[in-house]
């Protein structure tokens, strides 16, 4: 098993919600996972006015392999309804 660090942010909608939900989702394949406080942060480098993002970092161990962990953080972004139109976009949710 290997240790696995995560971030996560969400700066549209219901941010805590976006986050209580990849949370959960990453609870079911990542062994010992422990989440930190939520922490609203201002938005950097990022285009226009955006609203305050909401971040988290997670741990925990897993056996998937780099390419496998990638295909589950995209998949619970597009349940989410993670767009991607452009770089730096605001959004419902990022792993």
Do not use: C
Not at 21 to 49: H, K, M, N
């Amino acid at each position: 098993m290997d240790r696995i660090a995560i971030a996560l942010g969400s700066n549209l909608g219901d941010r805590a919600a976006h986050l209580d939900f990849a949370v959960s989702r990453l609870a079911t394949s990542i062994a010992d996972l422990t989440v930190s406080r939520y922490y609203d942060t201002e938005p950097v480098d990022v285009p226009g006015t955006q609203p305050l993002f909401l971040n988290a970092a997670a741990v925990g161990l897993t056996a998937a392999s780099p390419r496998d962990m990638l295909a589950m953080l995209l998949s619970i972004e597009r349940e989410r309804g993670r767009q991607r139109p452009f770089p730096r976009r605001a959004r419902s949710i990022w792993i």
